[in-house]
């Protein structure tokens, strides 16, 4: 959703579909600049994607939320778009609403499901640190990410995937581009 116009951004309110913005992908294949400010102003739900690896290639989603808040800064002149508070909501329960699926994911309550990640922000990068939604916006990366849990379920303890064998990941990886690099 990158050039719709304010009537349509209106439609997309009224009818309460969401959109998935992909800042990096947008930027490297020259697709424009999404109004993000003016759907987030409309009551869109705004999620951050990264749209896949043939039009983005690191799939890196704390990039995605450090792009979207200055993404629309620099193209607008107005420092107070798409604050560090809005793009974290953007990764997480406007994502989830984006997805219609906020009864379900994108918060911590009770009822939902169990999805958290523990992020160190002790690092060099990180300091100083002021105030905690610009901290995560701006100077985490996806290395801080020490503890992921999904559905109550541990999957990466101190930075180590717990559930796949990464070797045999970047094994099959290399066959398949191999294979497409051959045709």
Same mark, same amino acid.
């Given at each position: 959703?990158?050039?719709p ?13 969401g ?18 400010p ?6 869109v739900?705004?999620g /951050? ?9 690191? *799939? =890196? $989603?704390w990039? &995605? +939320? ?18 560090a508070?809005?793009? /974290?909501r ?7 609403r984006? *997805? =219609? $699926?906020?009864? &379900? +994911?994108?918060?911590?309550e ?7 990640i ?13 105030n905690?939604?610009?901290?995560l916006?701006?100077?985490t ?13 541990v ?18 990886a ?10």
């Amino acid at each position: 959703m990158v050039w719709p116009t304010p009537e349509e951004i209106a439609l997309l309110a009224e009818r309460g579909t969401g959109v998935a913005h992909n800042p990096q992908s947008n930027m490297k294949i020259s697709a424009g600049v999404a109004p993000v400010p003016a759907m987030l102003a409309a009551g869109v739900a705004v999620g /951050l994607g990264t749209d896949g690896a043939a039009s983005n290639n690191d *799939l =890196d $989603m704390w990039e &995605e +939320i450090d792009t979207a808040a200055k993404l629309h800064k620099v193209t607008s002149g107005d420092a107070t778009l798409v604050s560090a508070r809005e793009a /974290l909501r953007m990764a997480t329960i406007e994502g989830a609403r984006a *997805l =219609d $699926m906020e009864a &379900e +994911i994108g918060s911590l309550e009770v009822g939902k499901r169990a999805d958290v990640i523990l992020v160190g922000t002790d690092g060099f990068h990180q300091q100083p640190s002021y105030n905690a939604y610009s901290l995560l916006t701006y100077s985490t990366k996806a290395s801080d990410v020490e503890t992921v849990i999904i559905e109550g379920r541990v999957v990466m303890d101190k930075g180590q995937v717990l559930t796949v064998d990464a070797a045999e990941v970047l094994a099959r990886a290399a066959v398949y581009r191999d294979r497409i690099a051959a045709e």
